[in-house]
């Protein structure tokens, strides 16, 4: 048995729901559909029992109806555990991650600033990678979101 | 002298880009820092959606000027991986050579910004210098200097050459020897040591709980190499060492990076010699199949990383780029704590940071922002100049002919 | 006539126009060696003076909130306190123009003045950079200029008086006691890199991090008149080193062409070869240093330079009591 | 590092004196593009295929293509060169395409021999 087919038993035994979610697209890549209620458990688990100890990115995808995040966790930089996790777009929230991976603030705040999520917990500072005069509401990588939406009165300039 | 707060950025001699580090100062001694990132966005992940794959590879080299390699590279991988290509051996050879030069070229180049950052501008202008026998390399092989174009889906553009073999191992001795001086440059002279050793130290903790990756985080005992962790191209067929040092400072991001110039050698050497034979591309419908791949790539500063998902079309459906500035960028408020105002160039420096791979996009949207008298033609430029001086110095100067290409 | 022949001294030879001119061909020579050493072309020998007649060309920013008055007259200070310098060194033979006992030490602190117009400069720009570098440009005084003084201080010591004109003679009557300051020179040769601002110690201008340092408010004729100063300061210590420590040459026989004594010639010509000879040694120092940091330069001043000279002292005492009874 | 910078000043400068000395181009350079109109087939995938969008191909008459070629966009990676099914686009080593005027950075390659062969001398 490979070890990512170790991983996909381990991840089964320990939580259910995962069985006919886990993906093995290639060696070294794993992809799983989370719910998204569960996955703080999930990620925990991954992170503390499993020694993924690397968070890589956290990605967003606008998905039409939803919006979808993936963290992609590395374990010794090598196997990396894709987590997705699908949020309906009316009520995109996520707790934040800082508390295990400090770095990744900067990723939580980019999926607040280009698709609007919200992010429980992130602390309060500044904005990234918008400008702080961006106007509120509008989120670039949403799929219906064009140049022409923003009002004619941002200047464009960033503090 | 009382608590002072400098802007060092958005524009400062010291950075080549744009970042805006707000420093409080008691006299000489670092207080506190802000960093602030951003200025640089251009919204490439989102013109990728709207652009072919083929259009975006060219878009995404783009990203960087100094490793547009590393960012081809690593997004088309992503696309080969969901078009289930089978890669020819000799194209990822290619591929794996420019890479490794590309290394090569941007390790000399950091050398040289780093000695310039410590005022040390003769090592600057030798490892420049030395530089540009990769560009010329690089040049050869390629066709251009910057922005090589080499890779496109399922394999690369151009072939080599025996004789470019043999031109390529001959020019890598020269640089060898040139490196085997830096080693001593970097070990041996006094006031570059003085200034390097015991500077922005991140502890091996820091560096794993922060995620630095690359050289930051190998001069900090952090044993981590995508070639070898999660290997792609050609870098399973070699052997090679992974740098990794225990000064936890910035002289030990110097060590790791002239070192790994050596390793670099080695590893041409070994692809030169081992080149299959064989094409170099295969063919790869425009259309790209459903699916997603993440795409890691250790670039000269680190991890490079890209998501890519395609929805069946000739365009992608998201595309994800962290560039490993971005991951190193935080560690950078730790590394100076308690540190010295003349420290923050040659600290900030050391992580290589490349502010536009960060930031990645900035709406130039519809050039709506940039509105008409932002820009100053020739015409108006050079009356502005003549009246200036009619007024202020009470010169004419309208009469002086200009070139007829003009 | 001899009113005239003053203002000629002062303002046209050895003074202000030989000056000035000298200081560009030397600043040429600094940077084309610096540049050579560097594998580079360098520029051509009319930069120097192009990029003053720019500088002159250029339109003067004075901030809002500097003292306006002090912001224009402070370059004036500056190259006139360097020109001054330079009357009381001997040139052509061991004759200068001014001397009395005791000149040495004016030109130390003649020299000592464009550094706290440097200070004051960047104190009235009153811009976070140029504070920064004020303040750093004070903190070095206090570090490289004891051991300066004590470093040029030392042949004084040995020739027994403090004028420049008897150091002079007193040494190429006897040459080979040039030999017992050689560590004074190296000391001062040193010292003088922070006086110049010249790297290793060119912290208070070091422009990646405090982008122009003391001069970052000034533009146009002011900064011209400040580079000025410090092209003419760089001549004005070399041929004071070069006086002090290297004063052979200065009285040889006449030397007749055709009944005329061309021997103060040659001897300011040799004079010129030696000021070169310390540029180069600048130069070549420039080149292969990083820049230290304000507290290690301090470090470095205080621990090695400083002992060093007084260590020259000492051995200038016992020699005095030995050789010269 | 003194020995090393002494030897400098004695040896020749490693600059290349540009305007007055050129380098040398590799033959894989990718510089201004070319245009052959008589093999043009106006399949327009190059217009497809382009990043920035700097060709443009009309067609003037049956079987005839005039282009327009836009230096100011262009990013010169030569994909239209590979994607060009008769090889009508052609890189060639020109680089120096600096100009103050940015209407004369749009060439147009008229579907004529002898004026192609004008309005490049003319832009060059």
């Known amino acids: 048995m490979s070890k990512e087919e170790t991983i996909q038993q381990e991840l089964i035994k320990n939580f259910a729901f995962l069985e006919g979610k886990i993906r093995i697209a290639r060696e070294r890549r794993i992809f799983i559909d989370v719910p998204a209620d569960k996955f703080m458990e999930v990620f925990d688990y991954a992170v503390k029992k499993m020694n993924f100890n690397y968070l890589c990115i956290i990605s967003g995808l606008d998905e039409g109806e939803n919006l979808s995040f993936i963290y992609h966790l590395a374990q010794n930089y090598s196997i990396v555990l894709n987590l997705k996790i699908t949020l309906p777009k009316t009520n995109p929230v996520v707790r934040t991650v800082t508390g295990y991976f400090p770095s990744c603030e900067l990723y939580e705040r980019e999926l607040e600033d280009l698709l609007g999520a919200k992010v429980e917990g992130l602390p309060k500072g500044r904005r990234y990678p918008l400008p702080e005069d961006w106007p509120a509401g509008q989120h670039p990588l949403l799929k219906d979101w064009k140049p022409e939406n923003l009002p004619e009165s941002n200047s464009g300039k960033s503090n | ?406 | 006539m001899h009113y005239v022949y003053d203002l000629f001294c002062i303002l046209v030879f050895p003074g202000l126009i030989f000056l000035s001119i000298f200081g560009v061909i030397a600043e040429f020579i600094d940077r084309k060696l610096y540049a050579r050493m560097q594998n580079r072309m360098g520029p051509p020998w009319f930069q120097p003076v192009a990029d003053f007649i720019k500088l002159l060309a250029k339109e003067e920013l004075i901030p809002e909130e500097a003292d306006a008055r002090m912001f224009k007259v402070l370059p004036v200070f500056a190259v006139a306190a360097v020109v001054t310098a330079f009357l009381y060194i001997p040139l052509w033979n061991t004759t200068s123009l001014y001397s009395f006992n005791g000149d040495i030490i004016v030109v130390l602190y003649l020299l000592t003045l464009p550094t706290l117009t440097f200070f004051l400069a960047g104190w009235y720009s009153t811009s976070l950079y140029a504070t920064i570098g004020a303040v750093r440009t004070l903190t070095q005084l206090f570090a490289y200029e004891v051991p300066l003084f004590m470093g040029i201080l030392c042949p004084a010591i040995l020739a027994d008086s403090w004028s420049l004109e008897a150091i002079a003679k007193f040494y190429s009557e006897h040459p080979w006691y040039t030999l017992f300051n050689l560590l004074g020179f190296v000391v001062s040769i040193i010292a003088v890199q922070g006086k110049l601002e010249r790297i290793p110690f060119d912290i208070p201008e070091a422009e990646t991090e405090i982008v122009g340092g003391t001069f970052t408010e000034y533009s146009g004729k002011l900064l011209a008149l400040f580079r000025m100063a410090i092209d003419i300061e760089l001549i004005v210590c070399a041929a004071l080193l070069a006086a002090v420590f290297l004063p052979f040459g200065l009285s040889m026989a006449p030397i007749t062409i055709a009944g005329l004594d061309i021997e103060p010639a040659v001897s300011f010509l040799i004079f010129l070869v030696k000021i070169l000879a310390i540029i180069f040694v600048m130069s070549l120092i420039r080149s292969i240093f990083a820049r230290l940091r304000i507290d290690q330069m301090i470090d470095f001043c205080w621990k090695y330079l400083a002992p060093a000279a007084l260590v020259q002292i000492l051995i200038s005492f016992i020699l005095k009591g030995i050789l010269i009874r | 590092m003194a020995s090393e910078v002494l030897n400098h000043v004695f040896k020749k400068p490693a600059t290349v004196n540009y305007p007055f000395v050129k380098a040398v181009k590799p033959d894989k350079f990718r510089g201004k593009l070319l245009f052959h109109a008589d093999k043009c087939i106006g399949c327009m995938l190059c217009m497809k295929d382009c990043p920035s969008n700097a060709i443009t191909i009309k067609k003037v008459g049956e079987k005839k293509f005039e282009c327009i070629i836009d230096l100011d966009k262009c990013v010169y990676c030569a994909q239209c060169v590979d994607t060009c099914p008769k090889k009508a686009i052609e890189a060639t080593k020109e680089f120096e395409l600096a100009q103050i005027d940015r209407s004369k950075l749009k060439i147009v390659y008229k579907n004529d021999n002898a004026e192609v062969k004008k309005d490049t001398q003319g832009q060059s």
């Open chain 2, 1 to 406: 002298m009382a608590k002072v707060t400098i802007p060092i950025g958005p524009q400062h001699p010291a950075l080549k880009e744009p970042a805006s580090f707000n420093i409080t100062l008691d006299g000489e001694k670092i207080l506190d820092m802000i960093v602030k990132v951003g200025y640089n966005h251009r919204g490439i992940e989102k013109a990728c959606e709207q652009r072919t794959y083929i259009q975006d590879m060219y878009l995404i080299e783009r990203i960087c000027g100094i490793c547009s390699h590393t960012h081809s590279t690593c997004f088309i991988q992503a696309v080969e991986e969901i078009a289930g290509v089978q890669m020819p051996k000799r194209g990822l050879y290619i591929r794996t050579l420019v890479a490794e030069l590309e290394r090569i070229h941007s390790h000399l180049l950091w050398l040289g910004v780093a000695g310039h950052e410590v005022g040390f501008d003769t090592l600057l202008m030798y490892s420049w210098r030395d530089r540009e026998i990769v560009m010329d390399l690089l040049a050869m092989l390629t066709g251009n200097r910057v922005n090589y174009a080499i890779n496109t889906i399922g394999g690369v553009r151009r072939d080599i050459t025996p004789e470019q073999i043999k031109t390529t191992l001959a020019q890598v001795d020269v640089l060898e020897e040139r490196t085997k001086y830096y080693i001593q440059v970097a070990t041996e002279e006094i006031t570059l040591i003085e200034r390097l050793s015991k500077v922005g130290t991140l502890s091996h903790d820091d560096a794993i709980r922060l995620g630095a990756v690359g050289p930051t985080g190998r001069a900090s005992g952090a044993d981590i190499d995508v070639r070898r962790d999660d290997p792609y191209a050609a870098y399973a067929d070699l052997s090679f060492k992974v740098c990794v040092d225990n000064h936890n400072d910035v002289l030990g991001r110097t060590i790791v990076r002239v070192s790994e110039l050596m390793e670099s050698y080695k590893m041409i050497r070994q692809l030169l010699k081992n080149i299959p034979e064989g094409p170099v591309v295969v063919k790869v419908p425009r259309k790209i199949p459903a699916g997603e791949a993440l795409s890691r790539y250790e670039a000269p500063r680190g991890e490079d990383v890209h998501y890519v998902k395609a929805n069946g079309t000739d365009k992608p459906e998201r595309v994800r780029v962290r560039a490993p500035t971005l991951a190193n960028v935080q560690a950078v408020a730790a590394m100076l704590k308690n540190g010295y105002l003349a420290d923050i160039p040659i600290v900030v420096a050391a992580i290589d940071p490349c502010f536009s791979c960060t930031d990645r996009m900035m709406v130039s949207m519809k050039d709506v922002n940039a509105s008409k008298e932002n820009v100053i033609d020739w015409k108006t430029l050079r009356k502005y100049s003549i009246d200036w001086y009619r007024q202020n110095r009470g010169l004419d100067l309208s009469k002086i002919k200009i070139s007829k290409r003009w």
